[in-house]
């Protein structure tokens, strides 16, 4: 495997970051995680354009152009014969001090992996999925903010850890209004009315790149959409419910914390937003 770090393809022992990088020591650095599909990089300049937002956020300069990375990406893909698969793309703060101060980093550290990606098993799409709510409530903006995918991902890995011990794939986490926000690593929808709601952008969420092309081709098909605060009581008591990520796609969420959602099968909106969102790739990617 080959990584591109700081312009240059390296053997992926050869890629290597100093313990005393800021993106380590402190969780310093923005991310985006995308799909490839037929060797094409889906929603490839969404992505960029939200890893410089992220990085605007935590006053991180990326040095790079935007076309620089979307050039250094396709060429990881190519040298690693990635057909379909992942990019984890990282701009930490760089080398520093073993203090916090951020500004004493010198130089900003990039790198880009090419690899697989399963997040979900086939027959969870097949059949759907169950999740708990989590106890770790989601971060607040007057924290975190919430809009910057950052790699301090510690809250979502707390929340992921109660999945775990439950047994299940997910968890969903309330923000600090006791509202639902997202999950560790989903966007989530619930279908009410026939009809999609969402929890809004100021509820702790995520501007996912999934999230926006859903509500887009909703929209398309004539599927009433809305950004909606949600209760734990209004989505435990949903039609339907599904989530959707850059490497979940679009998944049916059948029961949480034990409670059957629907008729406990994925529904036939959830079916349609799967098929839509995967004609898409196929139109987007030819």
């Not at 950004?227 to 049916?252: H, K, N, P, Q, W």
Request: with cysteine.
């Amino acid at each position: 495997m080959k990584v591109w770090t700081n312009g240059n393809l390296v053997d992926a022992a050869e890629a290597k970051v100093s313990v005393f990088d800021h993106g380590l020591l402190y969780g310093d650095g923005v991310f985006e995680g995308i799909r490839v599909y037929g060797r094409c990089i889906f929603e490839c300049q969404a992505h960029v354009d939200r890893l410089y937002d992220s990085a605007r956020r935590i006053r991180l300069a990326i040095p790079y152009t935007k076309q620089e990375l979307i050039d250094a990406m396709a060429e990881t893909v190519s040298a690693n014969g990635v057909e379909n698969g992942y990019i984890r793309l990282v701009v930490t703060r760089g080398p520093g001090t073993l203090g916090l101060h951020p500004f004493k980093c010198a130089d900003p550290v990039t790198f880009i992996i090419a690899d697989q990606i399963a997040l979900y098993p086939e027959e969870m799409y097949r059949d759907g999925m169950a999740v708990i709510v989590a106890k770790t409530v989601r971060v607040g903006d007057r924290q975190i903010p919430s809009a910057a995918k950052t790699l301090n991902y510690l809250n979502n890995i707390l929340a992921k850890i109660e999945a775990v011990d439950a047994g299940v794939a997910e968890a969903i986490m309330l923000n600090q209004d006791g509202d639902v926000s997202e999950c560790t690593g989903d966007n989530l929808f619930v279908v009410d009315g026939g009809g999609l709601i969402t929890p809004p952008l100021d509820a702790s969420i995520l501007p996912g790149i999934t999230r926006k092309v859903v509500l887009q081709l909703a929209r398309d098909l004539d599927i009433p959409v809305k950004e909606s605060t949600l209760s734990v009581e209004r989505l435990c008591g949903a039609d339907e419910c599904f989530l959707t990520g850059t490497a979940a796609e679009v998944i049916s969420v059948t029961k949480i914390d034990g409670t059957i959602i629907g008729d406990g099968e994925p529904g036939p909106i959830t079916r349609t937003m799967l098929e839509a969102f995967r004609g898409y790739i196929t139109a987007t990617c030819e």
